[in-house]
């Protein structure tokens, strides 16, 4: 499925499994998820420290190395932000990752993004209400929040992008004296399309399953993923237990239940990632 050039492939696997090696049994694990996907699923499940976490890693540098883009979900958003957090330290640590793999956006609910920002009068880091400062993770993510990178894009193409210029202005109205009812549906309006621009420009979109089909992630043109990785799977797939990792793009088997219209997203993948 990769497009990269079969020896850029291999010199950039080379680089990851370098720098992050697998045991034998998660290189199996990690060649299955890459290489060999059986039905368009591969499934990977083991008790704590085991390293799944680490396993999933080392599949999403690789997927997003190869050009690949990811949609990273988990049934909580603390199984989120794990992951996520695990890729941030990874591409901060290695400057050539962060060149390979490209951006990750963490997409909250639409309503909480705009709470956020509306919350936040002034500055550009947002307060967290009645529980203190933000947590050690939350602080290493908040640059990848979509509210974050809205107003940050929103800054940077203000002067040639009348929605951006908009969208600014209705936060700084609301920062000096509050919205009417059709301000806050402008700046709900603004804040949609410019989610939009970021969904359409990001590798990895980070969120959990449940907000994984609101109608601003699901859009004609928009973020199309190569691949699901999904944590704490056992909220999605039917009779699976403890803490898994998917990854596929054909239809799913006759034995693998999807929840709601989740299965519209046909984020399931065929065949392999790689260069044999």
Not at 9 to 19: D, F, G, V
Not at 86 to 111: D, M, N, Q, Y
Not at 191 to 205: D, G
């Amino acid at each position: 499925m990769s497009k990269v050039p079969a020896e850029q492939q291999r010199e950039r696997l080379q680089y990851i499994l370098e720098n992050f090696p697998l045991d034998e049994t998660q290189r199996a694990a990690f060649d299955k998820s890459t290489r060999r996907i059986c039905a368009g699923i591969h499934l990977i499940h083991g008790p704590p420290g085991t390293g799944k976490t680490r396993t999933a890693l080392v599949i999403i540098l690789t997927m997003t190395a190869l050009d690949l883009r990811v949609l990273l979900a988990a049934g909580s958003n603390k199984g989120v932000d794990n992951l996520a957090v695990a890729f941030v330290k990874a591409i901060s640590e290695h400057p050539k990752l962060a060149r390979w793999c490209g951006r990750l956006v963490r997409f909250r609910t639409p309503a909480h993004q705009l709470s956020v920002l509306r919350a936040d009068n002034a500055s550009n880091r947002p307060l967290r209400r009645h529980k203190g400062d933000l947590s050690g993770s939350e602080q290493l993510l908040e640059p990848y929040q979509m509210h974050y990178l809205a107003e940050k894009h929103a800054i940077d193409h203000q002067s040639e992008d009348q929605k951006c210029a908009e969208f600014l202005a209705f936060l700084d109205q609301d920062r000096e004296g509050g919205l009417s009812r059709d301000a806050t549906k402008g700046l709900k309006s603004r804040l949609e399309y410019i989610s939009r621009k970021i969904f359409t420009e990001s590798k990895i979109v980070a969120t959990t399953l449940s907000n994984s089909i609101q109608d601003g992630l699901r859009f004609e043109g928009g973020f199309d993923p190569s691949a699901l990785i999904c944590d704490e799977s056992g909220q999605f797939l039917n009779e699976m237990k403890g803490k898994n990792i998917c990854c596929g793009r054909a239809q799913p088997p006759d034995h693998v239940k999807t929840c709601g219209t989740f299965q519209n997203l046909r984020i399931f993948l065929d065949y392999s990632f790689l260069s044999e």
